[in-house]
């Protein structure tokens, strides 16, 4: 067939067969990334309920507990991941415009912030264990309490810490995701695989991304900033 | 040689294109999905009617003598958890709607192949989970998981249970966002929204609410299991924490779930009952619309399965209200179906019966229904075997009288071959009977006063469960039949043509069975849906003397 007189159109090695064009499954993918991020807010949102919930009843525990949460470090989190949001948008921008080495850089940069996220959210989670505020049987915040300007009640306290551990835990687990998803863009991105005609992977990732620093942007002053000096 | 003797062949189709196991299990062809699906979720369902009808052997005599109340416990439980998350959920989406969405809109698949497969192969996991869970001990807690029972007090697989389910859910997810996404941006051309048949409007409302409510099941799900393995107190009130709260988010997804399992059952019927009537449906933009007005409500009253748990009665009023509100679009349905059928050419095929049988049956449920919605009359009824009652006239009465009727219709597409017509009518009639044998007794034993759950009754109650375990009994029959001509016509039925039924939808415009791409060329659509004034009734049809 090497000397078929005409060339239609050149084929997108990376178009699907049921798909009619690029722009077609470029379009779907898209629009499935948008539908998936609307399941993940609904996930999440079972989280914020039991917060309201509980933050409008124990409001007094509430604060008491925000105040013991590292406060640095979870500053230093919040701009990392925002970090981490602008080189994603940035990849994004660098695959549409075909730039290889620019965008394995910046894929491997954001990597790399997600990684320094985990890594100071598990310092955290680490003092937290020696303070014993993990709930369960060791679980113990008389110390906590003692110096609280306001009488706290120790078991209110732990459903803020109950709450603390599964909203940053599940945070965390999509983080641990997202560097998962990462890796693999890294790599393809590494083999060439995007460019101009296709670059759909990137996109949809970095949305992904994108999403998971916003519910860290809603849990950080939810979690952190309660109240940092409790009902003066 | 150019004389050789040509070996007759069969059309080549999705289902003779490729053979052996591994074209099955690594398959990413929509429709060898739904086979998939379809043998799985057959299998749950006997499953689970196996749990059934052990309940219903308990329950012949007043005394608890067949099980313990404990085993009694798990068999409810694990009914409920089988039936409805890996029968009643998966049923009609993933078999019917897998086959026949993207062929429906003139696709050449579902617009994630491989998701699909994926979702297939979660709930085969989540399904050996719960086969586990059950043959090492079961679950004791209710399908609902209340807590703080289910978080501190059970004894049994509660977090295996959970995560199983937690997993299911993850395949229902991705099945919704798969349909979502193939209706909105794989249509053929000309196929506008107004144009699409209203299964499809059907699919799209279920999906909708596939995608928002069951990440709410999940969380939850996940914040029991965190608090039994954990210790977490979330909702452990010796710890501060609310068991109510764990109740509105359970049903916040649990009742929507029922819209999840009757919408496309009423999608079917809205297919059915056009072909046989051999009319256009009586008011299309309202069969479709209350689709999306069922999906948009079923997310509001939730809390109406917590009236007698101690919620503020002005929320309790705002939530009877709204569910009063979901009677309205179905309602809409009942009655354009059987304006559909007025002066209509009917014909009494086996899957116009299963739709009759809906009708009648749907509209029993869902006028219950509002007996449980109005707040005074669900205090006398809660918890007892009205409500069980109730349930099952919509879920088995509804939405597997659909599913069968679906199979029935749908078959010939499916298999390329006909079921057996007489069967076919004698097992709808059977399930017809043995449906309403077992049901109806239990409205009655719920309004004089019987208590659901439990294993041993007063025996004053015992005729009425007499008839109710005979009736179960030939229910069980009525399923068995299809199941059984079914796998007959796969090698004995007549060969199908490709439009048995003289039915408007591009599904029958393919050959039966489908090629894999299911259209040879796409389709461009020029006329609105079910021009039923201008297909004829096919002279091989299985027409009603």
């Known amino acids: ?232 | 040689m150019a004389t050789a003797v040509i070996p007759v062949r069969e059309r080549e189709n999705y289902l003779n294109k490729e053979y052996g196991v591994r074209s099955w299990l690594l398959t990413t062809d929509h429709k060898r999905i739904a086979l998939l699906y379809l043998i799985t979720i057959t299998f749950f369902f006997f499953i689970g009617g196996i749990f059934a009808l052990l309940i219903r052997l308990e329950l012949l005599t007043p005394a608890g003598d067949l099980v313990q109340s404990d085993t009694y416990n798990k068999l409810f439980t694990m009914h409920g958890q089988v039936m409805i998350f890996f029968f009643l959920i998966p049923s009609i989406p993933a078999v019917l709607g897998n086959f026949l969405v993207p062929m429906m809109i003139g696709a050449k698949d579902l617009a994630f192949p491989k998701l699909n497969l994926l979702s297939w192969y979660l709930l085969v996991i989540a399904g050996v989970m719960m086969l586990h869970a059950i043959a090492t001990g079961g679950v004791d807690t209710g399908w609902t998981f209340y807590t703080p029972f289910s978080t501190s007090f059970s004894n049994t697989k509660v977090i295996e249970a959970g995560l199983s389910i937690f997993v299911a859910g993850f395949s229902s997810i991705l099945t919704g966002l798969n349909f979502v996404v193939t209706i909105h941006r794989m249509r053929a051309p000309g196929l506008t929204w107004s144009r699409l048949p209203l299964f499809i409007w059907a699919h799209y409302a279920t999906s909708i609410i596939q995608l928002l409510g069951t990440p709410v099941l999940a969380i939850t799900l996940v914040l029991v299991v965190l608090e039994r393995a954990l210790n977490l107190g979330i909702f452990d009130p010796t710890r501060g924490g609310d068991p109510l709260l764990f109740q509105h988010l359970f049903w916040f997804y649990s009742h929507p779930a029922v819209y999840i399992m009757i919408l496309p059952s009423m999608g079917v019927i809205s297919e059915i009952i056009p072909c046989f009537a051999r009319k256009r449906p009586f008011g299309y933009s309202f069969i479709a619309m209350s689709s999306l007005a069922i999906a948009v409500f079923g997310f509001l009253v939730w809390a109406h399965h917590m009236f007698v748990a101690g919620m503020s009665i002005y929320a309790a009023m705002i939530f009877s209200l709204l569910s009063y509100a979901v009677a309205v679009p179905s309602a809409i349905k009942v009655f354009n179906w059987t304006a559909t059928m007025y002066k209509g050419s009917i014909r009494f095929n086996t899957p116009m019966l299963y739709a009759f049988g809906f009708i009648g049956l749907f509209t029993m449920g869902g006028l219950t229904g509002l007996f449980l919605a109005a707040l005074g009359l669900d205090v006398h009824v809660t918890d007892t075997y009205f409500v069980v009652a109730h349930f099952h006239y919509i879920m088995v009465g509804g939405a597997v009288m659909g599913y069968l009727g679906g199979m029935h219709f749908w078959w010939p597409k499916i298999s390329g071959r006909m079921y057996p017509e007489a069967w076919g009518r004698l097992a709808a009639l059977i399930v017809f009977i043995g449906f309403n044998l077992t049901f109806f007794p239990q409205f009655v034993l719920g309004y004089v006063g019987m208590p659901r759950r439990y294993w041993q009754y007063p025996s004053e109650f015992q005729v009425l469960n007499v008839l109710s375990t005979a009736g179960s009994t030939i229910l069980a029959v009525g399923y068995l039949l299809p199941m059984i001509y079914f796998l007959w016509s796969m090698r004995y039925g007549k060969p199908a043509p490709d439009n048995p039924w003289g039915a408007a939808g591009l599904e029958w415009m393919s050959a039966s069975p489908p090629p894999t791409y299911n259209f040879d060329e796409t389709p461009v659509v020029t006329w609105e849906a079910y021009p039923y004034g201008e297909i004829a009734v096919p002279e091989e049809a299985p027409v009603e003397r």
């Open chain 1, 1 to 232: 067939m090497s000397d078929s007189p005409v060339t239609i159109e050149t084929h997108n090695p990376a178009l699907q067969h049921h798909f009619a064009d690029m722009e077609q499954q470029r379009n779907a993918a898209s629009f499935g990334m948008w539908l998936f991020l609307a399941t993940e807010i609904m996930f999440f949102s079972g989280m914020f309920c039991a917060y309201l919930v509980y933050r409008y009843w124990y409001f007094n525990e509430f604060a008491v507990s925000s105040t013991t949460l590292n406060l640095p470090l979870g500053t230093v989190n919040t701009a990392v991941l925002i970090c981490s949001s602008l080189t994603v948008a940035l990849s994004v921008q660098a695959a549409q415009q075909g730039k290889r080495k620019l965008l394995v850089t910046l894929l491997v940069l954001t990597l790399l912030l997600g990684l320094v996220f985990l890594g100071i959210k598990g310092v955290e989670w680490k003092e937290k264990f020696d303070e014993h505020h993990v709930p369960g049987y060791s679980f113990d915040v008389s110390k906590m309490a003692k110096e609280s300007p306001i009488p706290i009640d120790g078991q209110r306290a732990q459903i803020f810490f109950s709450l603390y551990f599964a909203m940053t835990g599940m945070h965390a687990l999509h983080m641990i995701v997202g560097v998962g998803l990462f890796t693999w863009l890294t790599y393809r991105a590494w083999k060439g695989a995007f460019g101009p005609g296709y670059y759909t992977p990137v996109e949809n990732f970095g949305l992904y991304w994108h999403f998971v620093d916003i519910v860290w942007i809603y849990l950080f002053p939810l979690l952190y900033l309660i109240d940092r000096k409790p009902l003066h």
